[in-house]
């Protein structure tokens, strides 16, 4: 089974703190998602990355950058933690080439979320 | 862009059968999909579709028609369990193979 880890399950933070969530997958995957979801707006795009070192800005990237050093690890940076950043945090990976084969319908593969409060 | 709308909240009774909508405008399509969420959870796959039509997995099935941007996700024989966040969520066509996510519908099922 694909597994996606998220370092941690629930955060508390200090305003003003920078913050690094880790996520880790073991499948291999090239593309790899980080997400916010929030009561009443659903699952938004922070940035994701198709690459080592490539990234690319989702629907949200404000506040956030990403780091993508080794294929299996995807690390979101909250470089200075603000109170509208609580939110639950998922990170997703998906195996692309899968897309345009014959079966395409890879789905992506969520981490078990990180619920970080910022006070 | 794309845009994705499906109801808030949706009641039924166990051992019923729920339908459960979602529309969208897409600048790109590859393909929808379904997921269950539960509280506290990850979301889990439950089905794709990218071509017209009705697919059929076990208790759940889901509906495709592409030229009037509409899905239905079809649940029989409701279980307990099956109260969870049901989210619809499109592909787009580039090669990163990104999904816009609906704000979910949270599903409750009665005894």
Not at chain 1, 42 to 62: A, N, Q, T
Not at chain 2, 8 to 29: L, W
Not at chain 2, 72 to 78: C, D, M, Q, T
């Amino acid at each position: 089974d694909v597994k996606v880890t998220q370092s941690s399950r629930y955060l508390v933070k200090r305003t003003g703190e920078k913050v690094f969530l880790e996520c880790v997958q073991d499948m291999d995957h090239e593309n790899m998602f980080w997400y916010r979801q929030d009561p009443g707006l659903g699952l938004r795009l922070i940035y994701f990355s198709y690459d080592v070192k490539m990234k690319e800005k989702g629907d949200i990237p404000e506040g956030y950058s990403v780091s993508r050093e080794k294929k299996e690890r995807f690390s979101l940076i909250l470089e200075s933690a603000s109170t509208n950043q609580t939110s639950m945090y998922l990170c997703a990976s998906l195996d692309p080439s899968a897309i345009s084969g014959s079966d395409g319908n890879t789905e992506a593969f969520f981490g078990q979320g990180t619920r970080l409060t910022v006070v | 862009g794309q845009n994705i709308d499906q109801p808030t909240e949706m009641t039924a009774t166990e051992g019923a059968i729920v339908q459960i909508n979602c529309t969208y405008q897409t600048s790109g399509f590859n393909g929808l999909f379904w997921y269950q969420q539960h509280a506290g959870e990850a979301p889990t796959f439950l089905s794709y579709n990218v071509l017209d039509g009705l697919e059929e997995k076990g208790r759940f099935s889901s509906f495709l028609s592409r030229s009037k941007g509409y899905s239905y996700l079809l649940l029989k024989e409701l279980q307990m369990k099956d109260s969870a966040s049901y989210l619809c969520a499109v592909r787009d066509n580039t090669n990163a193979g990104k999904s816009t996510f609906g704000d979910g519908t949270t599903l409750t099922v009665k005894p």
